[in-house]
């Protein structure tokens, strides 16, 4: 079965500490996956996606197929960053046109 | 460029009370469209989606329906709403095929008493 499995609920950090938001997949396949986020009082928006394999706002991730993980990492956490972070899985194969999520990690990075 | 409507942005119904949630698409043609349920420590639960106009795929069973009369617009439905239907509902849409990311509505908090 396809999935998204986002292990905290909560991670909470202070300003300037690494942060590390993980993510494990169960699928098969060749996935595509997707961090979202959604900061108070905002729509939920794409945050990154590891075919581009870039930085965006100081946060990186990469795909590990060996561990099935796409973990979200910034090495100096901001207070701005403090948000809702899901991550998503999108399967390869054009049968499908769904984004399965995560349950979500709030990020709560104290001053 | 493309934007996405939904609307109401908040709704409180009664049990019992028929409900209608309409999102429309602009700027683009043809978009997959998806209806998701977001719940606190559940994530978001995808509800429908649709490749094309009256195609419609369920992910969940439950007390709602979707429609896609319009290539740009989605309606989430009940007829007799629930307690358990309460919840914050999600519109989304992406580019047909490929792997292009979802942009999201900005939501209905429904409350049903």
């Known amino acids: 079965a396809q999935r998204v499995t986002q292990p905290e609920k909560l991670l909470s950090v202070f300003k300037g500490a690494p942060v590390e938001l993980k993510c494990n997949y169960s699928?098969?396949?060749?996935?595509?996956l997707f961090w979202y986020v959604q900061y108070s009082r905002q729509r939920l928006q794409l945050l990154l996606r590891h075919i581009s394999r870039e930085s965006i706002k100081g946060f990186t991730a990469d795909l590990n197929k060996g561990e099935t993980s796409f973990h979200l990492k910034k090495p100096f956490a901001q207070e701005e960053d403090s948000a809702m972070y899901y991550c998503?899985?999108?399967?390869?194969?054009?049968?499908?046109?769904?984004?399965?999520f995560g349950t979500g990690t709030l990020l709560a990075v104290q001053p | 460029s493309q934007t996405i409507h939904q609307w109401p942005a908040t709704l409180v119904q009664p049990v019992g009370s028929p409900l209608s949630l309409e999102c429309t698409v602009e700027g683009t043609s043809n978009p997959n469209l998806y209806w998701y349920r977001q719940a606190a420590g559940r994530g978001l639960q995808l509800l429908f989606y649709s490749v094309g106009i009256g195609q419609i795929s369920s992910e969940v069973p439950q007390n709602l329906s979707a429609s896609r009369p319009q290539d740009r617009q989605f309606i989430l439905s009940s007829k007799k709403l629930l307690l358990s239907d309460s919840g914050f509902y999600l519109c989304a849409w992406r580019i047909a095929g490929g792997w292009s990311p979802l942009h999201f509505g900005n939501g209905t908090r429904l409350t049903v008493t």
């Open positions: 998503a899985l999108h399967p390869y194969g054009g049968a499908t046109n769904k984004l399965i």
């Open positions: 699928y098969s396949g060749s996935p595509e």
